[in-house]
């Protein structure tokens, strides 16, 4: 479903923390720091993998699977569109 890379990966391009993360998708700190020091895909329970993939989603993250059309291959993330801008995150120009 989603790497810990990809993870890490989307809140560097959203330039949120995983403090800003949990919040925005409703799951504790602790578990966004669980998902992120998983080796390969992220383990846990569905729910919480579910709400995380949805929050970045929500944000203007476009997670790219193995099969998936890249110029590049593999696994890997990008923004769909300008993302609207987070608390933490200056606006683009």
Known sequence: MI???QMRAARALLG???KKLAELS???LPTIQRMEA?????RGVIDSLI???GALEASGIELIGDNARSEGGGRGVRLKQAAPPTE???PAK
Not at 38 to 42: A, K, T, W, Y
């Open 3 to 5: 790497t810990a890379a």
């Open 38 to 42: 998983s080796e390969g895909n992220v």
């Open 16 to 18: 949120i923390d995983q």
């Open 88 to 90: 933490s995150a200056p």
């Open 26 to 28: 409703g799951v504790s």
């Open 51 to 53: 709400k995380v993939v």
